[in-house]
């Protein structure tokens, strides 16, 4: 390596963002403006900057330094109070400090790749910056995700310029046809745009880049008809959970994405049969609630943090099955988890809705678990010939761990997101597809993946 080159580009970088962060902190105290601004200044020039990595620094060891660096300033900044232009906001943000380890991430899984690397930094760099203005000037249509405010305008923004942004350097510089390169950052466009809805506190500036850098990779060594049938899957998906769930007084718009994008995920990483589960449970949710409505003064929404933790452990064991390839000996133990999160979820609203039904616990908590297995598994049973015993295998250790949760659990009066979701709640199902995993390998249950 050329260590010349190495500093000198190295030296190169850090001046350009130095010089965006003294304009912005100069602009902060001398101009008033508001305090937004001269942070996303911040974030769009040094983003712009940061374009020069790979074309300028050869090490990731370099980029880290120069990331820890960063970061201990702005940590520091936010200490001392004296960075005014990234820490005047009136919101808890953590943003500023994520920045330099999404720049990092991003080099160090792109490395090799520098048409990644631009594309999701200048995501990261542009759509946010283009979303904010958008929103803040011309937002009406308002939606809330957990306890802040953004706006659909703004969204539509980050969309078309995520899109541009992730299109423009897949056709300069990955040498991939443009049917490909149009299709794909179509569909990663879209994803990154859920997760920067659904982000809080700033995590969007570590969750858009890394997600360009897994998606983008993903689907763009794909054929066209492949690429453009996960557009098309992704478009039903969201036409379909709008419908099944448009009038659902429960779920926030931010739980929806999230819910939509979960549900994408069992689609894309795994098939139809493992995103059967998913909606067949919607439905079940929400029929309860239109079987058994909230009184207006006891409607609680579900938002991004309660339903990111109901998804979690069958979204760990899907992610387990694709990283490994093992879609036969992880579909049991899938099918475990989603029908204790089914059953946990249906008796957390029933025991909202009547909660003076304290003493019929036990056996409203067991009915809830039982209807969450059949619920999970009888669609599968009925459509792919479920086999008895891995059947058995995984309706017993779910209805175990649903009941475990439901009774283990309390709702938090006076929280905005309740009923809450503990640990226990989300270690339960993993214990669910754990024994259905270990029922497996030691014979007891032959291992079964769905087929057509």
């Known amino acids: 390596m050329n260590w010349t080159r190495e500093l000198l580009g190295a030296g190169a970088l850090a001046g350009i963002f130095a010089a965006v962060l003294g304009v912005a902190e100069l602009w902060a105290r001398r101009g008033r403006p508001n305090p937004e601004w001269p942070r996303k200044l911040v974030h769009l020039g040094g983003g712009l900057g940061c374009l020069g990595f790979p074309f300028l620094v050869s090490s ?48 160090l899984l792109t490395y090799g790749r520098p048409w990644i690397f631009v594309a999701a930094v200048l995501t990261l760099a542009v759509a946010d910056a283009g979303a904010a203005l958008v929103g803040s ?52 466009a879209a994803l990154v745009t859920g997760f920067e809805a659904i982000s809080l506190h700033g995590a969007d500036n570590l969750f858009v880049p890394v997600a360009v850098c897994v998606t983008f990779s993903k689907i763009s060594s794909k054929p066209v008809a492949e690429i453009a049938y996960q557009n098309v899957s992704l478009a039903g998906i969201a ?65 991004v943090k309660t339903m990111s ?46 909660p003076r039904a304290a003493g019929r616990r036990l056996a409203g908590a067991a009915g809830m678990a039982i209807l969450g ?8 049973w009925w459509t792919q010939g479920l086999p008895p015993l891995t059947l058995a295998a995984a309706a017993g250790p779910g209805i175990l761990a649903a009941l475990g949760g439901a009774l283990g659990g309390e709702i938090r009066r ?16 993993l214990a669910a597809a754990g024994a259905v995993l270990w029922m497996q390998e030691a014979g007891m249950v032959k291992l079964w993946a769905p087929t057509g």
Request: glycine fraction near 6%.
């Open 137 to 188: 000037r011309w937002g009406r249509v308002r939606y809330q995700v957990e306890d802040e405010e953004k706006s659909l305008e703004g969204s539509l923004a980050f969309l078309l310029i995520a899109f541009l942004a992730l299109l423009a350097p897949a056709l300069l510089l990955a040498g991939l046809s443009w049917k490909v390169c149009v299709l794909s950052a179509l569909l990663v």
């Open 373 to 380: 297995v059949a619920a999970v598994l009888g669609p599968l």
């Open 60 to 107: 990731p060891w370099t980029v880290l330094v120069m990331a820890m660096g960063l970061a201990a300033l702005f940590a520091a900044g936010r200490r001392s109070n004296r960075l005014r232009a990234l820490h005047s906001v009136e919101r808890r943000t953590a943003g500023s400090e994520f920045y330099p380890l999404a720049i990092f991430l991003t080099y």
């Open 239 to 303: 036409a379909g959970l709008a419908l099944l769930a448009w009038r659902t007084r429960v779920l926030n718009f931010g739980a929806r994405i999230v819910f939509l994008l979960y549900a994408y995920g069992a689609w894309s990483l795994g098939s139809w049969q493992w995103a059967l589960p998913v909606f067949v449970g919607l439905a079940a949710y929400l029929l309860l609630e239109a079987v058994s409505p909230l009184p207006p003064e006891r409607v609680r929404l579900v938002r």
């Open 414 to 429: 006076g929280r905005p997101d309740a009923p809450a979701w503990g640990a226990e709640k989300m270690l339960l199902p």
């Open 309 to 354: 933790a109901v998804l979690l452990p069958p979204f760990l064991v899907l992610v387990l099955a694709n990283s490994r390839d093992e879609y036969a000996r992880f579909f049991g133990p899938y099918l475990a988890a989603s029908a204790a999160v089914l059953g946990m979820a249906l008796w957390a609203y029933l025991r909202h809705r009547h």
